[in-house]
T-cell receptor, first 109, second 112 residues
């Protein structure tokens, strides 16, 4: 069964239109939650690590938050260069990293 | 500072052949993991190497094998290639447990 579920699968935003991406997980013994950005044909690029519920991290127009069962990636006033697939991954058990399928974001000028 | 380096970048193989993919981890990183990413999907964990030993493995058949060398670089070998093995193969390294993983740009394998 899916351990990490991301929604929505795809999102089209107008430039400046803020939105949020969701990552819910069912693993037990969470050791960390990671957000990555992936451009077509490239490897994932590390964005954030969150370790405990209530934790928040920010970088430019992106802000990641974590609760006990899910994480959100908030995109504030996005620009076309924010278009990418955003991957959520959870680290659990014996150092195993499980990924969701990603949120594909397109920002229209 | 070089990140994770993978080679080759693209590869085309015939069904039934064998392939070897290579990965050099980021400087200071001793743990290497391999992932398979099909088009439109998230990366799927293949296995992880630490101190030249396979530490854990995902749900992949024995046709997938690997190796880690004393300098922490790693190889992924796939035998008896199937059409379904066509994917982007990603290598990721980390300096230890609970740290963020740095990914390479991947090797695009096409099996025809």
């Amino acid at each position: 069964e899916d351990q990490v579920t991301q929604s929505p699968e795809a999102l089209r935003l107008q430039e400046g239109e803020s939105s949020s991406l969701n990552c819910s997980y069912t693993v037990s013994g969470l050791r960390g939650l990671f957000w990555y950005r992936q451009d077509p044909g490239k490897g994932p690029e590390f964005l954030f690590t969150l370790y405990s519920a209530g934790e928040e991290k920010e970088k430019e127009r992106l802000k990641a938050t974590l609760t006990k069962k899910e994480s959100f990636l908030h995109i504030t006033a996005p620009k076309p260069e924010d278009s990418a697939t955003y991957l959520c991954a959870v680290l659990y058990g014996n150092n195993r990293l499980a990924f969701g399928k990603g949120n594909q974001v397109v920002v229209i000028p | 500072d070089a990140g994770v380096t993978q080679s080759p970048t693209h590869l085309i193989k015939t069904r039934g052949q064998q392939v070897t993919l290579r990965c050099s981890p980021k400087s200071g990183h001793d743990t290497v993991s391999w992932y398979q990413q099909a088009l439109g999907q998230g990366p799927q964990f293949i296995f992880q190497y630490y101190e030249e030993e396979e530490r854990q493995r995902g749900n992949f058949p024995d046709r997938f094998s690997g190796h880690q060398f004393p300098n922490y670089s790693s190889e992924l070998n796939v035998n008896a290639l199937l059409l379904g093995d066509s994917a982007l193969y990603l290598c990721a390294s980390s300096p230890g447990e609970d740290y963020g993983y740095t990914f390479g740009s991947g090797t695009r394998l096409t099996v025809v």
